[in-house]
């Protein structure tokens, strides 16, 4: 248990659909992320939050829209998916600074697009 | 742009020593991150280096050296348990953090 959570931890949806992808820290943590992570490949920053304000959008497609209602929950809006957008979709957070950054990752969302 | 490297696999003998190492071109770097990340699970926090030279932490210790761009993450006494992805993360800025491939690591009785 690291105090972030994730649901649902297995989803499977259509390229038309909308789903969204869950995230609750309990740890008073003030910056919440979403990374990325295929097969082989870096975990990838999609989206960063401070304090509830976006601060770091890295390219990320449109179809991809996320939400941080306040500073404990943050939402992955999905749309209009991919099949190579299947991956584990990981949630962190931190309580940011310059230094003791620790990012607490959530077990993460795996995601498949048919 | 962030550009970290390590080795995508390593095996080991139970009980030896296995040493992971990192090379990374980070601007505006602040400090290098170690996680595990078991199969199927979320990655964990073993380790963090902001100044030159070692840390130890039990059976793990990792190294950093800025003026090479270059840390490594020591694992000793290897157990089965240790079997697992060793994933370096470069840390630039308040809130980017850059991610290497990681190194699978493996561990043989």
């Known amino acids: 248990e690291t105090g972030v959570t994730q649901t649902p931890r297995h989803l499977v949806m259509g390229m038309t659909n909308k789903k969204s992808l869950k995230c609750e820290q309990h740890l008073g943590h003030n910056a919440m992320y979403w990374y990325k992570q295929s097969a082989k490949k870096p975990l990838e920053l999609m989206f960063v939050?401070?304090?509830?304000?976006?601060?770091e959008n890295n390219s990320v497609p449109s179809r991809f829209s996320p939400e941080c209602p306040n500073s404990s929950h943050l939402f992955l809006h999905l749309h209009t998916l991919q099949p190579e957008d299947s991956a584990l979709y990981l949630c962190?957070?931190?309580?940011?600074?310059?230094?003791?950054?620790?990012?607490?990752f959530g077990e993460g969302s795996w995601l498949t697009v048919v | 742009g962030q550009n970290i490297d390590q080795p995508t696999e390593m095996t080991a003998t139970e009980g030896a020593i296995v040493q992971i190492n990192c090379t990374y071109q980070t601007s505006g770097f602040n400090g290098l991150f170690w996680y595990q990340q078991h199969a199927g699970e979320a990655p964990t926090f073993l380790s963090y280096?902001?100044?030159?030279g070692l840390e130890e932490k039990g059976r793990f210790s990792s190294f950093l050296s800025r003026s090479k761009g270059y840390s490594y993450l020591l694992l000793k006494e290897l157990q089965m348990k240790d079997s697992a992805s060793y994933l370096c993360a470069a840390y630039s800025n308040d809130y980017k953090l850059s991610f290497g491939a990681g190194t699978t690591v493996t561990v043989r009785a």
């Open positions: 280096n902001v100044l030159d």
């Open positions: 962190a957070s931190s309580q940011g600074g310059e230094s003791g950054n620790t990012i607490y």
């Open positions: 939050y401070s304090l509830e304000e976006r601060v």
